[in-house]
Nanobody, 126 residues
Framework: QVQLVESGGGLVQAGGSLRPSCAASGRTFTNYAMGWFRQAPGKEREFVAAINWSGGSTSYADSVKGRFTITRDNAKNTVFLQMNSLKPEDTAVYYC???????????????????WGQGTQVTVSS
């Protein structure tokens, strides 16, 4: 089992920045690719960003490319999502997830992930 705990969400004005983090425990962190997803009220969960085990490969949804950056600190078992130039449409619960079947990849589908955190709320006001 892998336990994932997100933190660092909050309320910010449009154009601002936030940096949620996700702390992992329970298994060897580098066995997993990591991803961030989000879910807004009334909408399906959608892919945001993913990073492979080493941090050498990343993938982003088109809607966040150039504004968000995913990184990981393997020494601290933590993955981060730097979110800049935030827009009201970025408002959602943000979830981190761990994928153990292909840690060299950057999975974009929710079904490729094995473990999920409880989520952290990000609210962007206009």
């Amino acid at each position: 089992q892998v336990q994932l705990v997100e933190s660092g969400g909050g309320l910010v004005q449009a154009g601002g920045s936030l940096r949620p983090s996700c702390a992992a425990s329970g298994r060897t962190f580098t066995n997993y690719a990591m991803g961030w997803f989000r879910q807004a009220p009334g909408k399906e969960r959608e892919f945001v960003a993913a990073i492979n085990w080493s941090g050498g490969s990343t993938s982003y949804a088109d809607s966040v490319k150039g504004r968000f950056t995913i990184t990981r600190d393997n020494a601290k078992n933590t993955v981060f999502l730097q979110m800049n130039s935030l827009k009201p449409e970025d408002t959602a619960v943000y979830y981190c997830a761990a994928a153990g079947r292909a840690n060299w990849a950057t999975p974009r589908l929710a079904r490729e992930y094995d473990y999920w955190g409880q989520g952290t709320q990000v609210t962007v006001s206009s």
